[in-house]
């Protein structure tokens, strides 16, 4: 734990929505396009003319900016419900005995049992098992679940939806 951290993921405090919205106005082109605005502005100000592209220039501003903003909360609460996805306990082999601990307690090394039901509680590299399947719908997006195979040995350029070897956490 002391060398590679807790076996969880860190959900960042959330922000404010407002502070959202002010996070998606530092965008470089997003400054660029309220430069353009004012600049709009100015220029039919001082030319006498009633040009209102500057509006239409803030207005593309405030709805990317507010989309962007939702886009993230979306983000944040996906992200919040993969934690919740994860097993809170597990059972692994510590010496020669089967210990119940916090999932977020395994350590590299740990050698974790996962039964029929089980929820993954972290990327577990199988070592022994027959007629393994796991949902993994959450990583492909395929709908089958993924037959596993504990004696296969996969190689470094395996895509990680094409190994056969691993379950991985949720």
Known sequence: IEKFGKNTFEVSKKNSFIKKILS???DKMIII????????????RFSGEKDYDWVTILAIVAVNSIIGAVQEN???NAMEALKKLTAPEATVLRDG?????KAEEIVVGDIVIVEKGDVAPADIR???GEF???DESSLTGESIEAHKDAYCICNFETHISDMENMLWAG
């Open 24 to 26: 998606q106005l530092s």
């Open 97 to 101: 005995q089967r210990v119940k601990i």
């Open 33 to 44: 396009l309220m430069i353009s605005a004012f600049i709009s502005f100015a220029a039919s």
């Open 132 to 134: 393994i399947t796991s």
């Open 126 to 128: 199988l070592i022994k």
């Open 74 to 76: 979306k983000a944040e």
